[in-house]
DNA sequence: CCCCTGGAATGAAAT
DNA sequence: ACATTTCATTCCAGG
């Protein structure tokens, strides 16, 4: 299992590089991403670099995209959309947030987006209205071309498939694929939207596609890169070319017209430049799947001619423009195409702006409070919410655990402006916060909502602008945030995204706010929820736990711990675990449960002795609860100090939490990790105990991420959380540093020199980091960005890196790391163990964890020999 | 009539 | 290659 785990988190760097290959994609992203940065860079500098305060500056700066897609890019990285996107795109999302500080220098609006969301395009459509159908067809997209193969009327097939839903399905040579792809096509398309599009689009069936995309790879081009998307390539190539490529080219049209708020005409130019080697990629590549989304229409359009012919137009202008409009949208039809900004006034009086440009990429990881601001979550979402799929009517708004909604303020903030308060989905997994590629969130409106609400798009990310009022003290109820599930086909096709969907149905709810300050910075904070389960099968099988009444205990145990969760039954066991870095099991045993006391809602259990009595230091564990052989609970944090030392800690925990998550959970909140561990220790406590790596420095590593991501998923189980501030970690090590460029530096340089490095000096010259990233993390390719998951580093370091840093809370994403550590894994160890047996490992019972192992691995594997299939492909 | 939901059927993927 | 089990996604139906 460990050693699965720490494969995959090797591996990443591999599939990394693999990926690269499939994507041509990525190369773009790079592009952007340098030119991006390199924008943003110079720009934002003037600022400051305070990380914070960047974004300010980057604002500006972003208006031309290019901040935002220095930061940006690096999200992207993974997924693949953000290639494609890139820079307009960004922006565009990012502009419509923000709206106060903006002022909008810029002009308008927004945005091409072309990208929209990840799938989202998809989903945006849907997602937004739900009716709409129009993303999906995105989807279809792909699949389109695969039909294309098969018949470029596949359209035709396919629609009347998806029509027919599943049956027919095509049978194409995707087989099953084939049918899947009706069916989907047809529910999702036809239903929704609009028709025509959808039709094209539709028929490509988003799953079904991707399933047969997979297999079959056609591709046309797509060579290799369709992987899975091979769907795409063909449409890439044309519809997706346009994308990609075209998106590049396009974004430039379109967004020139757009952008040229920006300026950026030489902006492009330089982007163009970069980006013409990944274009070139991504043409290959194609990010198809990216495009399918969003794209459907458009890929279809341009590829295809039919659709094509019409659609292009439409999508093209949609994506670009719209994106947020689209969002705002929503019901129009994608299309709308109008900068919704400023559609919804509401609150927001501002008009929105743009902001964005400057705002920090949403995988960017934020502290939850710097100086006198403090983002908090007063009340949590439940731990169950059963996600919408864009072929169901909404499934309405996330709530609380004790009924109503959960709420979120901003503490400290004095000034009488309203503030606009962003949320996206993000993951929960071990990794570092990022954008959740198969969840959106859904906007709900309707007489039962109080709280006004607008949608954007970011870098195919949705994003739920809420307006923050002085007079409601900062304070907004989240009644109008339902979340909506794309499928694991559609998504997974994308160019960039390496991350699998199976399994992968945990989220957190995330919380953006930027705070522009006199000095003319922008302070930007981010909360992160605890984790939602998503699936509707896990939520009623899977036990999970939401409070625990224990934190710490002695080593001798003997005490007992609470369980407040669901899904308990008589049978369920409560497994205490110790884990190396590596992942194998040192310690692993079952503690008892008082069975007569349980509940379908609570367990009291014994703590066990922990195995080495002799602690000088505070050991950190995990336990579960176990229903059965694949369900069992994330994992839970559990601290066992030296007998001697009483606990000082309850929350030792947290500071496994910490790392990993950001946000706080209320309590939670990690922090301990200072305290007790004060240097030397924390870092390896932390580290190993939760996987994440948090780390500070390490953390980034980067690498990891990428792989991890599937694997994550399985991962994600175990530390979740969320834990909120990390900021020491991160803060300090890091983030201080980063600060000039905002963006894009800070952060990475802890991970991968490399990268760091050159971002730094980049800032400069943005060019230079092109170079130097693609390098490092592709290495090979372009591709290699592909690994976009990689993102995951940079944004890390892009991100706020310069400017969170001052937050240092930011930690957050710093936290996340988690698998850093893992990877690390080396390094520590357990500290805390420190003294004793630390060492050692041992390995008993895994056995449960060899099934988690397992399906890591198993995930892992497939990843990869899906990717390195892509690529020779 | 529409929005939510809870429940489940269905088919694909993983074992 | 086949039988099962586990998941994801789509459908239904009631409030």
Request: charged share 20%; hydrophobic share 25%.
């Amino acid at each position: 299992m460990k050693s699965a785990e720490e494969d995959a988190y090797g591996y990443t760097p591999n599939v990394s590089l693999s990926l690269p290959l499939g994507n041509p994609c990525i190369p773009s992203q790079y592009h952007s991403l340098q030119s991006s940065p390199t924008i943003s860079v110079s720009v934002s500098e003037p600022h400051s670099y305070d990380t914070q305060d960047d974004m300010t500056g980057a604002g500006y700066y972003s208006s031309s995209s290019t901040r935002p897609n220095g930061a940006p890019t690096l999200e992207s990285p993974r997924i693949e959309i953000t290639a494609y996107g890139q820079f307009p795109e960004d922006e565009v999302e990012e502009s419509s947030l923000p709206v106060t500080k903006r002022v909008n220098s810029v002009v308008t609006l927004t945005l091409p987006s072309a990208d929209s969301y990840r799938d989202p395009s998809c989903l945006s459509p849907a997602s937004s209205i739900s009716s709409r159908s129009c993303h999906s067809d995105a989807s279809s997209y792909e699949s389109g071309f695969s039909y294309n193969y098969d018949n470029s009327p596949q359209n035709s097939p396919w629609q009347s498939p998806s029509v027919s839903p599943k049956g027919s399905t095509l049978a194409l040579p995707g087989d099953g694929c084939a049918s899947g792809g009706s069916p989907r096509h047809s529910p999702s398309t036809s239903p929704r939207t609009s028709i025509t599009d959808d039709t094209w689009m539709g028929q490509r069936g988003s799953r079904p596609n991707s399933p047969c995309g997979a297999k079959r790879k056609y591709s046309f081009n797509g060579s290799g890169a369709p992987h899975k998307h091979y769907p795409y390539s063909p449409n890439h190539s044309p519809g997706p070319s346009p994308q990609t490529s075209p998106r590049l080219s396009i974004t430039e049209e379109s967004w020139l017209p757009n952008t040229n708020q920006y300026t950026n005409s030489a902006i492009l130019a330089a982007i163009n430049a970069l980006t013409t080697d990944g274009v070139a990629d991504l043409a290959e590549g194609i990010p198809m799947k990216a495009r399918k989304t969003s794209l459907e229409h458009i890929p279809t359009v341009s590829l295809k001619v039919e659709p094509g012919g019409e659609e292009l137009s439409p999508g093209q202008l949609c994506e670009d423009e719209h994106p947020s409009n689209r969002l705002s949208l929503k019901k129009e039809g994608y299309c709308g195409g109008f900068l919704d900004v400023p559609q919804h006034p509401y609150s927001w009086s501002k008009p929105k702006q743009y902001v964005s440009p400057s705002l920090p990429a949403l995988d960017w990881q934020l502290p939850s409070s710097s100086g006198p601001y403090s983002l908090q979550i007063e009340v949590q979402p439940k731990s169950h919410h059963r996600a919408h799929y864009e072929t169901e009517g909404s499934r309405g708004a996330v709530k609380a655990l004790a009924g109503g909604h959960p709420v979120i303020q901003l503490h400290g903030y004095m000034e009488s402006e309203p503030l606009t308060l962003q949320l996206f989905i993000g993951t929960a997994d071990d990794r570092l916060l990022r954008p959740h590629a198969f969840y959106q969130v859904h906007r709900i409106t309707g007489k039962t909502v109080s709280t006004p609400s607008h949608e954007a798009l970011h870098n195919n990310t949705k994003v739920l602008e809420i307006p923050l009022l002085p007079e409601n003290n900062m304070r907004a109820i989240i009644d109008c945030a339902g979340i909506l599930k794309l499928r694991n086909s559609d998504i997974e096709l994308r160019k960039g995204e390496t991350d699998i969907g199976r399994k992968n149905t945990r989220v957190r709810m995330v919380f953006r706010i930027h705070v522009n300050q006199a000095t003319g910075r922008t302070v930007s904070l981010q909360v992160a929820s605890n984790p939602i389960e998503c699936s509707q099968r896990s939520a009623q099988e899977l036990p999970l736990v939401d409070k625990q009444s224990l934190e710490t205990c002695p080593a001798p145990g003997g005490e007992r711990m609470l369980l407040d969760g669901h899904n308990f039954q008589h049978d369920s066991k409560v497994v205490f675990v110790e884990k190396a870095q590596d992942g194998h099991h040192l310690w692993e045993t079952e503690a008892k449960v008082e069975r007569d006391t349980s509940k379908p809602n609570s367990l009291l259990v014994e703590i066990p002795p922990y195995r080495n009595q002799r602690l000088s230091t505070p050991v950190h564990v995990n336990f579960y609860v176990c229903n059965g052989k694949r369900k069992r609970s994330q994992y839970q944090r559990f601290t066992f100090v030296p007998a001697s030392v009483p606990t000082i800690k309850t929350e030792p925990h947290d500071d496994y939490d910490a790392p990993l998550l950001c946000t706080q959970h209320g309590s939670t909140l990690a922090l301990h990790p200072k305290p007790y561990f004060p240097s030397q220790v924390m870092p390896p406590a932390m580290m190993t105990s939760d996987p994440r790596p948090c780390v500070v420095g390490g953390a980034y590593p980067v690498s990891q991420p990428r792989l991890t991501a599937k694997p994550s998923t399985l991962t994600s189980s175990s530390s979740p959380c969320t834990s909120p501030k990390l900021h020491d970690l991160s803060s300090s090590p890091f983030s201080p540093k980063c600060p000039p460029a905002g963006p894009a530096v800070p952060h990475q340089g802890p991970q991968s020199p490399i990268p760091h490095v050159s971002i730094i000096q980049e800032t400069p010259g943005r060019y230079q980091l092109p170079s130097l990233y693609p390098p490092s993390s592709s290495s090979s390719s372009p591709t290699s960005q592909p690994s976009t998951p990689t993102d995951a580093p940079f944004s890390p370091a892009q991100c706020m890196t310069p400017a969170q840093p001052v937050s240092g809370s930011t930690s957050p994403a710093t936290q996340q790391h988690p698998k850093a550590p893992e990877r690390g894994r080396a390094p520590l160890q357990e500290d805390g163990s420190p003294p004793t047996l630390a060492v050692s490992i041992k390995q008993e019972p895994q056995e449960l964890d060899q099934m988690y192992l397992d399906d890591v691995n198993e995930i892992i594997r497939n990843d990869l020999s899906s990717i390195s299939v892509h690529s020779h492909a």
